[in-house]
C-alpha cells in the first residue's frame, strides 16, 4: 500500500512550494524533481497496490517506493520543524529564518538530504520499468481466475456446513416464487465468508425454484469480470439448458451484439439469473440491460459485499433486500463442533478454548468450518495445541496452508478497496480487540492523519464520514450503535478483519502495537495497557501517532511522556484515560500536532502555553476537571473542535449535572470551529456577540443562561445557519424566552433545551430536519406535543419534568416516525393516550417516576413495533396490575413487547425486575441501567 503514502508527501510538497517558505535554488530544484518523479508513478502504484500479494517480486518494489516516502514525508516535517509557516505577516521573517537555518545546518543540508532520496527514487523507477517490461502487472489486481476459484469452494459446501441456512432459505425461495409478475430483483448483502454464495446457490438447485422458472443461468462476476467472457458465459448456459447451438458468430460480436442475443432469447420466458459477487453499481450498470421486462414473472438475484450495492440494484424493480447474518452462538458452537469433534461433543477440558476460538469468528461460517478443520486433525488431549491457535489465530493466518482459502477470501474486501480508504481501514489496527470505535473521534484521527481531503462543495469532516459510510456499507465495520437520523454513532470491526488489517500493518510498517515484539522504525504506535522504558527507546524518533488504550500500570506514565518528549513530530496524541494531575509540558514542543485528546484525565488546569501548538484542530479534555481556558487559546486559529466539560454523576440527573468552562472574552476569533461544548455564559459578558460570529459551528452547547440573555441567545443563533445540534440549559430559577428567535437554523436536527420555559418556543414548529427533542424542567402549562406532533422527521423524545397538566395525548395520524419516547418526573401526569394510527413504529418506551400516572399508555396494545418498555421507581399499585399471575386486567396490553421491565434503586444500585417479579438477568439490566445512570452524558456526547 504504497499510493497513499506517496499521495501523503505529493501534498507535503505542494504545500511547501506554495507556502511562504523561503527555499534556495538547489532546495527547490530537488524538491520539483522528487514531486515530478513521484507524480509520474502514482499510476503505477494503484495497480501494484491492488496486486503484490500475489507476487513477492512487486511487493519488494511497493516497498522500496513507501519506504522513500515515508523517509521523504520525515525530512519534509523536519524540514517545518525549523522554518514555520508566517504567510508573510511578520516583518522579521528573514532574521528568523536565518537563525532556524543555523539550527539544521543550512539549506544545503537539507538539499542533501532531498538529493540522496531523488538518487534512491531513480533506481527505484529504473527497477519499476525493468518489472513492468519483464513480468507483466496485471491491470486489475488479482487475477479473476484465482477469485472464482476460491469463491467455488462456497458452492461446494456439504449439507452438515450449511447450519442455520433454513430460515434464510425459507424467505429468499419465497421471494423468488412469489408476488406479481413484474421483474424483480433480490440482493444478498453481507461481509465476506457469511454464507451469501451458498445460501443462494441451494435457493438456486431448490426444487420449487427450478420447477417455477423455464430458463435459468449462474453468473460469478467477481472484480475484475470482463464483460464480454460474461456474456458469453450467459449464452452457453442459457443454450446449452435448452440443447440449441450458440450462435456460430458469436465468438466475433461486440457486446452490443451479445447482449441482444440474450435479451432476444429471454423474451416472453420466465428466468432465473444468478449474478454472483458484484462488486460495484459501475459492473450492475454495464448487466442490467440484458434483461427484458414482460412481466413473466422473472427474477435476479445478486450477492454483494456492498449495501449500497444491494440497495440500488433492489430499489430499480422494488425488489428486496436479504441481510444475510452472523450464525448465533447456538448456531456457530453446532457447526464448530460438527467439524472439529466430527459430530460428538465439546470435550469439557477444550470448552473455554473453543468458546474464544468461536467468539473470534464471530459467526462467519467460513471461518468457523476452516479453523475447525484445523482442529480435527489435532490431538484433543493436548491442550497447548488447541490453546496456541487460540491466542495465535493472526500467526495460523499467515501462515497456516489449511487457512490460506479463507484469509485470501476476506482479504479480497481489503484488496479491492479504492485506495482512499486503505489507510483509512487500516487505522482500525490501532484499535484492541472488541473496542467499540466512536465514529466522531475516529474522524478526526483520519483527518489529523491527512487521510482524508475536502472536496468541491463538501468539509473535510463531510468526506471524512463518507468514508466511513462506505465502510460500512462495504460490510467491513459492524454498527453497534446508531444516531437517531440513522446515521452510525459506533461500530466494530470483525475480529478476523482486525486479524487481516494487523498483517498488513505490521507488513507495512503502518501501525504498530505494543503487543507485538517487533517496535522498531515505529510510525504509529498504539499502547495497549502499558509500556515500558525498554519499549520507547526502540520506537525511534519518527512517530506521527500515539494512542493509549486501557491504560494499567501507573508507571507506565513516565514512560510515555519519556515517548512523548523523543516525538517531536506527532500529529495525533491521545491519552484517554491516563493518570495525569497537570498538564505534560513535552507537549507543547509538538509543532505538527493536529488532534490532542486528554478525556478522562485528571487534569485540573490548561496553561497558557497551549498556544504553540498551532496546528491544533481537536482539543478533547471531556472528562477533565478543567473549567476556565487560558487567553492562550485563542491563538490556535486552526480548531475545529473544542470540548471541555465533565459531569456529575448520580443515580438520576441533577439539574446540573454537566459542568462546562467559563467562557472567553475574544472567543469568537475561532471561527474555524464546528464544535463548541460546554460553554457558560458570564453575567454581563459580550460572549453570545462572539459566538454569532462563528459560522461554521455545527455542535454547539451553552449553560448558565440568565433570562436577560434571551435577546442576545436568539440573535447570536440566527446567524449559525449550519447548526445541526443545539443544547442550551438556565441557570437554575431564572425562565428563559426563546420567542425572539424568528429564524432558526434550518439544519437543525437535534434540540435539548433545559430549564423554565415561559412558553413552548413556536418556531420548533418549523424544523423539518429536527430527529431530536429533549425538554427538561421546562414546567410548562400547555401540552408541548401539540407543538411538535407534525415534525415529519421526529424520532426520539424525552420529557423531564417539562409538563405539568394531567393527560398527554398522542393524536390519531401523527409522530409518524417517533421511535423513541421518554416520560420522566411528570409529577401531575395521570393519563397517556395513544390513539389510533399515532407512533406507528414506537420501538421503546420508558416511564420514570411519574408517580400519579394510573395506567400504561392507553392504545399502547395497538403499536406492534414496540420492542422494550421500562418503569423506573413507579409505585406497586401501577406495576401489580401488569402481572401475568394477576388478574390480567393490564398485562394483555403489554404482552405482545419483548422486553418488559420495572426498575428500581435501592442500596445504590438498580434492582431490574421481569413483569412476573423475578430478577431480571444482568444483561436485561444494562438498558434501563445505563439511561438513568448515563441519561446526561448521552444528551451531551
Partial sequence: MAEPAVQFLLEKLSTLMVENVKLIKDVKHEIEYMRDELERMTAFLRVADAAEDNNPQLKVWVKQVRDVAHEAEDIIDEFMLHVPNTNGCCPDFVHRLI??????????????????INSRIKKIDEGHKRYDANLNVPNQGPSSSDEIDRRGDALLLEEDELVGIEHPKEEVVAWIVEGDSRLKVVAVVGMGGLGKTTLVKKVFDDDVVKKHFHNYAWITVSHSFKMGELLKDMIHQLFDQMKIPVPEAMSTMNRDRLKATIKDFLKQRRYLL????????EAWEAIKYVFPNEDQGSRVILTTRSMDVASSCSAETKGYVYELNPLSKEESWILFCQKAFHGNSCPEHL??????ILR??????????????????KNESNVDDWRMLSDGLGSELEGNDQLESMSKILLLSFNYLPYYLKPCFMYLSSYPEDHSIEHNILVRQWIAEGFVKPKEGRSVEEVAQGYLNELVNRSLLRPLKTNDDGSVKISQIHDLYREIILLKSRDQNFVTTTTESDMVRVRRLSVHGSLGSSEVEKCGSRLCS???FNMVEPCSVSSILKLIKTSTMLKVLDLTGIHLEKFPKVIFELFHLKYLCLRNTGIKKLPGSIKKLQKLEMLDLKGTYVTELPVGILKLLNLRQ??????????????????GFKALKGIGCLKFLQKLCIIEISPGSCVLEEIGKMTELRRISITKLRTGDCVGFCSAITNLVKLCSLSVRAVEGDVLNFQYLTSPPPSLQRLYLEGELANFPHWIQSLRSLVKVYIRWSRLSDDPLQYIEDLPNLVHIEFLDAYIGEELCFKAGKFQKLKLLGLDKLESLKSVVIEEGSTPLLEKLIIQRCSLLQSVPVGIERLTNMKVLEFFDMPDEFISPLSPEKSREEYWKVEHIPKVYHIYWRNDGWEVYSLDGSLAHEESAKPGAAIVKTQGQRNWM
Avoid at 537563525?99 to 540522496?116: D, G, R
Avoid at 470448552?351 to 474464544?356: L, T, V
Avoid at 462467519?364 to 486433525?377: G, H, K, Q, W
Fill in 360 to 377: 473470534r469468528c464471530g459467526g462467519l461460517p467460513l471461518a468457523i468450518v476452516a479453523i475447525s478443520r484445523v482442529l480435527s486433525t
Fill in 99 to 116: 537563525f532556524c537555518l543555523k539550527n539544521l545546518n543550512s539549506h544545503y543540508e537539507i538539499a542533501s538530504q532531498i538529493q540522496n
Fill in 274 to 281: 444468478v449474478f454472483d459477487d458484484v462488486w460495484s453499481i
Fill in 546 to 548: 500515539l494512542m493509549l
Fill in 351 to 356: 470448552s473455554d478454548i473453543c468458546e474464544n
Fill in 642 to 659: 473544542l470540548l471541555v466539560y465533565h459531569h456529575v454523576l448520580d443515580s438520576y440527573m441533577p439539574y446540573n449535572h454537566i459542568v
